[in-house]
């Protein structure tokens, strides 16, 4: 049993001390580590499309389907990278709309599904105005 609580003890430290590990970054460390979160999901997007093939009318439902589960796999590591990036005071809840912006996008997106791609429907309509406004411009 003592070791039974020693083990949770220790459980317990570590949890905490891996929640805190988060250290608040400056407007500029933040908008150069979003930015680099950024272009390297356009990266990872674009290299999704060199492999599916050109999107456009002669394109394959298959094709839509392929590109569609890249931007959600890479959608949702995107906003998870960005969401464990902490924002200082100044622009704290500006990033936090921005987060929640992507947050929703995203789940709009994953309801759509891959129609959402021939709809015109822009499910991030609004959110670039915001990342132009914190300095992620490539985020935009």
């Known amino acids: 049993m003592k ?3 020693i083990s949770l003890a220790g459980f317990s430290l570590l949890t905490l001390a891996s ?3 988060t250290e608040t970054l400056t407007a500029e460390e933040l908008a150069d580590q979003a930015n680099a979160i950024c272009g390297e999901s356009t990266d990872k997007l674009l290299e999704a499309v060199g492999s ?3 999107l456009g009318e002669d394109a394959s439902d298959e094709q839509y389907e392929a590109f569609f589960d890249a931007f959600i796999e890479v959608g949702d590591e995107l906003v998870n ?3 464990e990036l902490a924002a200082p005071s100044a622009i704290e809840e500006d990033y936090a709309a921005f987060i929640t912006l992507e947050k929703d996008a995203m789940s709009r997106a994953k309801e759509l599904g891959p129609e959402i791609l021939e709809s015109g429907t822009d499910p ?6 915001l990342a132009t406004k914190l ?3 490539e985020c935009a």
């Open 124 to 129: 991030f309509d609004g959110f670039n105005t």
């Open 52 to 54: 599916i093939g050109p």
């Open 135 to 137: 300095g992620l411009d």
């Open 19 to 21: 929640c805190s590990g």
């Open 3 to 5: 070791l039974l609580s």
């Open 81 to 83: 990278q960005l969401d």
